[in-house]
């Protein structure tokens, strides 16, 4: 258990549909780190919160965005859903948001969209 | 921006004979190479890193060579186990896109029969 928690773990949603993926870091860790993993693309790395800003953004949709939350809990929202969105989405967090500083990540939570 | 390919995609051995994972990377600025295992159906987790200002490192049964002219390095598993068994992503520091964060190869599986 790397301390950091996801939920929910599954999601089942339709296209055009709008839903909205927890994280909690571990405790102490400022940075939370957002990636899709899809069977062909492998980690691709979305958005970057370090305590409560944004940090750096990757390759996320306009359709998607985040947030990290006083606690420094984040929310990925993920909206107008395709068919191509289906992943599983991983967070990761990291004490100070250095490069060098393990990131540790949490369960995932696969998303489905019908 | 980074881009990173990983070779083999799939790769099956032995119960103790070796087994090696290489990766390029395009950007010569990039200096922190992590690599991360994740078995199926868990997270990925570090196991080991390198950054470019040496040439090796090594932890247990595990090494991770670097060459900054080529622009490659390697992922090194000695006396293979079956719970080595699992997906390796290798991944390099991108300072274009991603300002800083990590670009993920797609990932090898490996097999290890017993």
């Known amino acids: ?3 950091v928690t996801q939920t929910p773990k599954h999601l089942i949603t339709a296209t055009g549909q709008r839903v909205t993926l927890r994280c909690s870091p571990r405790s102490g860790d400022l940075s939370v780190y957002w990636y899709q993993q899809s069977l062909d693309q492998g980690l691709q790395f979305l958005i970057q919160y370090y305590n409560g800003e944004e940090r750096a953004k990757g390759n996320i949709l306009e359709r998607f965005s985040a947030q990290q ?17 289906s992943a599983l989405y991983f967070c990761a967090s990291s004490s100070d948001g250095k490069v060098y500083n393990e990131q540790f990540f949490g ?3 696969r998303l489905t969209v019908l | 921006g980074e881009n990173v390919e990983q070779h083999p995609s799939t790769l099956s051995v032995q119960e103790g004979d070796s087994a090696v994972i290489k990766c390029t990377y395009s ?6 190479f992590p690599w991360y295992k994740q078995e199926l159906g868990k997270r990925p987790q570090l196991i080991i890193d390198i950054r470019s200002n040496v040439g090796e490192k090594k932890d247990q049964r595990i090494a ?4 900054k002219t080529a622009k490659h390095f390697s992922l090194h598993i000695t006396e293979t186990q079956p719970e080595d068994s699992a997906v390796y992503f290798c991944a390099a520091r991108d300072y ?7 670009i993920f190869g797609k990932g090898t599986k490996l097999s ?3």
């Open chain 1, 1 to 3: 258990d790397s301390g």
């Open chain 1, 69 to 85: 939350f006083p606690d420094l809990h984040s929310e990925l929202n993920l909206s107008s859903l395709e068919l191509g969105d």
């Open chain 1, 107 to 109: 369960p995932g939570t």
């Open chain 2, 27 to 32: 950007d010569s600025a990039s200096n922190y």
């Open chain 2, 64 to 67: 991770v060579t670097l060459n």
């Open chain 2, 96 to 102: 274009g896109g991603s300002q800083g964060n990590l």
């Open chain 2, 112 to 114: 290890v029969k017993p």
